[in-house]
């Protein structure tokens, strides 16, 4: 064995001395490495590039010394490096230093060999070690910092501390950069130690911006378009994501009427309301039609809404009300991540009405009985019993409390969302898995949604990509039979002396057999599911480095199915003997709406760059189409009410109903935009749309758009003020969109009514003309200008503002036609509508040391104005009128009280009996009478001067947001049960509120509300004595978070951990009336209330 090692060591020694003898010299040797190199009319850069990727040595060298752009042509085979070299530099006086995996150009040295090491002096001279810090305004080092030689293809990064180490040229320029901050650029000279402090950069100046079929930088816009990040609406925890986007963008109005589990959405309108028909904005998710309300925030990467007729017009015939692009979360990471979110919280109503006890009710509806010459209901021998029980017997002497035994108290809120994420250089995917739960304020109702998500992101090669999206919701909706609108109505509306439930537990009386007690808890369900499934599915192909190919193929199915199974609840007398069934019989109703909708696209994007001219023009086309069936089907009269389906019931009343719809829009599209030198900008967008709601001849429509913009801070007579304006750009634009979301999909059909109808004693179906065709009606189209301005002051300061003119055409109307003709009204082009207002965002970011912060604020106003309806005028509470806002408030003008009979005798006629007391209203006509022709329009429903602010700060690790949202100019308008005193009808009239005891008498002439009547109407007419300013300030949010220092966290085998607690809805500061949520103005004032909502909950990363 030792001889054998011994002899193996013989052997090696020998080897080994030779390597450690040879080793300098590979400094002068070149390694035997055969290269293939053909080209003609290479760039010398080209050359390079192929030398690396065959030998893996990166050519280095001064383009002082050499222009890489120089062509060449070479073509070999099999040749040795030195060959290929010294092709390249034949006749440029250079030779090559091979150092480490380097080839160094140099200056031809005449006393050595081509490709010989120079003197150490030389090398010296020629390259010098550069090393230095890269740090932040506060000296903390940046690790990762790029630092490259301008004009070569050498650089380092800074490590972990911020520190680096480079080889250049006396004459080199050092460039530094990293993302967040201004790159600088820095001689290297001749010193050997160069620090540097970067600044942070105006993150907006890089900003992409989602727009119509692409994406663009914030700074190249030349349309209006706001845009709202996926982290602004989780820092807010909503069930529906239109509600969180409240406050969120200038010229956005979201109003949210309802705390309804599964019906709190919010209202969105973009610019104001511009048509009389549908007026919701059109919702691209990923590209594919969707409701914004099927997408869970926690999905959502950032949400933009483009504004003006410029950015929307690509999207031709729906995009008048305005567009909202959201885009969801994508996989950005090779290894896996896991994360996890959940809230859960407590809901109670923001505002209810406080409503009188049994005594007072008693009092008040006597005084209101003898106002009105009647005998009073309750004797006074009664109400002093009652005044002296007390409430202990509740049979005889009841003072039910219909809001507390009704509501169920807090209503338990939660929501889990779990995101896993991951994949290969080829294949990313983004899997999650989102659980939304809300119960109601009432026993029976709740709010149920179920996400799955997963979006697949495929690489096949450089050219060649797709994406694969899909998703599947399933809500599930639960409501009392009788509906949670009507059980808050009963609840606000009976009066306190009548039972709920009887002292032996069985179900009183209530209101004439109405209880909203029994109902939520005995009454039967409505339960709405509503499964729902997408696919998206997009290829990308890039042939070129400036042209690219996509096309999107994307189904939707979804089935919503209601069950409604009402049960008849027996109600008792105190005696214990039955009272009402109500209602009569136990009744179940079924329906099933299934609808199918396709959409396939393709588009052709191409990019070119000719010196300081850039341009990109997108080319494409797409095809819509969707079907839907709805059936339904009911009986009533359950023998065995445990058995809630339809063969249970009787066939005797039984019933079935359905419906089908389709309709298709295909469409062309394009857009080109065009910039000089990076501060004069130019975009056109054009679309064709065809549809099928519109007969032959008016089926086309064309919507094109121009803006331009001028960035004015880049021209040289504002170099002076970089430091102060960063960045100004002036926007202009005009364009043409169109509506096709009118009233039906057959508007210009003659329809048929069928009926069964009874002929002697036989049933006969029948069929008849029920309207009149109009094929000649099309496109409602709006048109709009818009100047706006986008500055950037001081690198942390940032103001958008922009003025519009907005006009809609052609609106949709039903004029009349002479009663002789028997026939509904056929729709028309008839109306015309203007949108003109402003917008104003502003927002600041900065730091004190640890402290960071950003404040934000939004105000924006529009003035609605029908301009013409073609004389059509309506006599409802809410009016569209020439000269006013779409659903103008319209009623008499109230001029106070009457303050004797005698006053009421000496004015026009009014309603019933009127007398001292009682609303006067003006005679605006002068003849005596007051009736219809005296109504004016005496407020708008549509909010003006509407404002948000926001804060957003952090600190060590805590941080805070803080979300104020309202109206500045708004009326309110409350007049029905909830407001008007024992305003139900029969004799016992309903309840009345706290409030209206501040009621009219001789001693109290200046009082709040009239006298109290019963069985009159004069105070109950539509007028402005109800009208009340909804204005208000709500404090909407208030998040406050901690999250774990990175270093404990890891020690916890965790990335990211945070904790939070939340109060949504918190306070509202108005003067509009108690009890009641302002953000419902108008109204009988007994909806479903918004709710405020208190939430702790936790976000881990793994």
């Keep these: 064995m030792l001889k054998k090692l011994t002899r193996i060591g013989r052997i ?42 065959q030998t893996g040595l990166t050519v280095f060298y001064s383009n002082k010394l050499l222009d890489d752009t120089e062509k060449i042509s070479i073509n070999v085979e099999q040749a040795e490096l030195a060959e290929v070299l010294r092709l390249a530099l034949k006749g440029r006086k250079l030779d090559w230093l091979i150092k480490e995996k380097y080839i160094i150009l140099q200056k031809e040295n005449p006393l050595a060999e081509p490709g010989e090491a120079k003197s150490t002096e030389h090398e010296r001279i020629l390259f010098q070690q550069i090393k230095g810090l890269v740090t932040d305004a506060e000296g903390n080092g940046i690790p990762g910092v790029g630092v490259k030689i301008k004009g070569a293809s050498r650089g380092v990064v800074t490590d972990k501390d911020g520190r680096y180490m480079i080889e250049a040229e006396a004459g080199d320029v050092l460039v530094f950069s ?45 349309g209006a378009v706001s845009q709202v990040t996926g982290k602004d609406l989780v820092a807010r925890p909503m069930g529906q994501t239109s509600a969180a986007l409240q406050g969120m963008a200038p010229g956005v109005t979201v109003k949210q009427s309802s705390g309804r589990p599964g019906g709190d959405g919010g209202n969105i309108r973009i610019r104001g309301i511009g048509t009389i028909g549908v007026a919701d904005p059109l919702v691209m998710i990923d590209g594919i039609e969707g409701s914004i309300n099927n997408i869970d925030p926690n999905l959502i990467e950032s949400i933009s809404i483009l504004k003006d007729a410029a950015s929307s017009s690509i999207y031709g015939s729906r995009a ?6 959201v885009t969801t979360k994508r996989a950005t990471a090779d290894q896996i991540n896991i994360s996890y979110n959940n809230y859960i919280g407590w809901q109670d ?33 009664l109400i002093e019993e009652f005044r002296q029980q007390g409430g202990r017997n509740s049979d005889q002497y009841p003072n039910t409390d219909w809001q507390k035994e009704t509501l169920t108290g807090s209503g338990l809120q939660q929501s889990h969302f779990l995101t896993i994420e991951g994949g290969t250089q080829k294949v990313k995917m983004l899997g999650s898995f989102g659980l939304f739960d809300q119960k109601g304020l009432i026993q029976n109702s709740g709010f149920k949604r179920y996400t799955i998500r997963n979006n697949a992101d495929v690489k096949f090669s450089d050219k060649l990509k797709a994406r694969v999206d899909l998703q599947f919701v399933n809500a599930v909706t639960t409501d009392p039979a009788a509906g949670s609108g009507e059980i808050f109505q009963w609840m606000n509306g009976i009066p306190a002396n009548q039972i709920g439930v009887n002292e032996s537990g069985q179900w009183g009386v209530g209101w004439n057999g109405v209880n909203p007690i029994s109902a939520t808890k005995d009454g039967g369900t409505n339960r709405t599911r509503g499964p729902f499934g997408s696919l998206n599915a997009t ?47 136990t009744a179940l109703t079924e329906g099933k709406s299934e609808s199918f909708y396709n959409n396939m696209r393709a588009t052709l994007t191409a990019s070119k760059n000719f010196d300081e001219h850039n341009l990109k023009l997108l080319l494409g086309a797409s095809r819509e189409d969707y079907y839907n069936e709805w059936t339904s089907a009911s009986r009533d009269t359950y023998i065995l009410p445990q058995y809630p389906v339809l063969n249970g019931g009787s066939a005797v009343n039984q019933q079935a109903n359905g419906s089908a719809e389709e309709w ?71 364009g043409r969109l169109g509506n096709q979301q009118i009233v039906g999909t057959y508007p210009s059909v003659t329809t048929l009514l069928l009926e069964s109808t009874a002929m002697g004693k036989q049933i006969v179906n029948t069929a008849a003309l029920n309207s009149l065709a109009n094929k000649n009606i099309s496109w409602e189209t709006t048109e709009e200008k818009n100047i706006g301005i986008d500055l950037t002051l001081f690198k942390n300061f940032s103001v958008t503002a922009d003025y519009y003119r907005r006009r809609t055409r052609d609106i949709l109307l039903e004029l009349d036609v002479p009663l002789i003709i028997g026939l509904n009204k056929p729709f028309q082009n008839a109306g015309t509508v203007d949108n003109n207002g402003w917008e104003l965002g502003l927002a600041y970011k900065g730091n004190l040391k640890d402290f960071n912060y950003n404040l934000s604020f939004n105000l924006s106003d529009v003035k609605n104005t029908v301009v013409d309806l073609k004389g059509i005028n309506l006599s409802n509470l809410t009016v569209n009128r020439e000269g006013y806002s779409i659903s103008s408030l319209f009623g008499y003008e109230a001029q106070g009280y009457f303050a004797s009979d005698a006053e009421v005798a000496a004015h026009a006629t009014q309603f019933g009996a009127v007398k001292a007391g009682d609303i006067r209203y003006k005679d605006q006509n002068g003849d005596g009478l007051i009736n219809e022709s005296d109504k004016v329009i005496i407020g708008s429903t549509i909010p003006r001067l509407t404002f948000a602010a926001n804060l957003a700060a952090a600190y060590k690790g805590f941080d805070l947001s803080v979300l104020l949202q309202g109206v500045g100019k708004a009326n309110g308008y409350l007049n029905g049960p909830g407001i008007l005193p024992f305003n139900v009808g029969g004799a016992l ?51 406050l978070g901690y999250a774990l220092p990175a270093a404990l966290a890891a020690k916890l085998s965790i990335k990211r951990l945070r904790v939070f607690a939340n109060g949504s809805n918190i306070a509202s500061f108005d003067r509009f009336l108690a009890g009641y949520d302002v953000e419902a103005p108008v109204g009988a004032g007994t909806s479903y209330p918004q709710v405020k909502l208190y939430s702790f909950g936790v976000e881990v990363g793994f």
Excluded: C
Aim: proline content about 5%.
């Design 320 to 325: 008048a009300n305005g567009v909202i692009l």
């Design 664 to 734: 298709a829009l295909q469409s062309l599209f394009s857009r080109l935009n065009y910039t000089w030198k990076g501060k004069y900008l130019l975009e056109v967008n054009a679309r064709y749309d065809g549809s099928s709601r519109f007969s032959e001849g008016n089926k086309y429509g064309f919507f094109p758009s121009a803006s331009a913009g001028w960035r004015i801070s880049e021209e040289s007579f504002m170099s002076g003020l970089k430091g102060t304006i960063n960045d100004a750009k002036i926007r202009v634009s005009w």
């Design 178 to 222: 990293y993302v967040g901050y201004v790159t600088r650029e820095i001689p290297a000279g001749s010193q050997s130690t160069v620090n540097v402090k970067l600044e942070i950069e105006d993150a907006s100046l890089n900003e992409v911006v989602v727009v119509g079929y692409g994406t663009q930088k914030k700074v190249n816009l030349t």
């Design 539 to 585: 290829v990308n192909y890039k042939p070129l480095e400036w042209l690219e190919a996509e096309v999107a193929y994307s189904p939707k199915y979804a089935l919503s199915s209601t069950k409604n199974f009402r049960k008849a609840i027996q109600s008792y007398l105190p005696n214990g003997s039955t009272s009402f069934l109500t209602p009569a019989l």
């Design 989 to 1039: 009239g309903g309840t009345i509120r706290e409030e209206n005891k501040n009621r009219w008498s001789p001693e109290n002439p200046n009082a709040k509300y009239p006298r109290l009547a019963f069985g009159e109407s004069n105070n109950e007419q539509a007028s402005s004595f109800w009208l009340r300013d909804a204005s208000y300030l709500r404090i909407k949010n208030i998040q």
């Design 349 to 381: 109503p923001t505002n209810m009405p406080k409503l009188v006890n049994s005594l007072d009710y008693m009092l008040l509806l006597n005084e209101a009985y003898t106002n009105t010459g009647r005998t009073p209901l309750y004797s006074a021998a």
């Design 12 to 53: 090696l020694l020998p080897v080994i001395f030779m390597l450690h003898v040879l080793s300098p010299i590979y400094a002068k040797t070149q390694p035997i490495v055969r290269l293939n190199v053909k080209g003609k009319n290479i760039s010398l850069a080209t050359l390079f590039k192929a030398i690396k990727s």
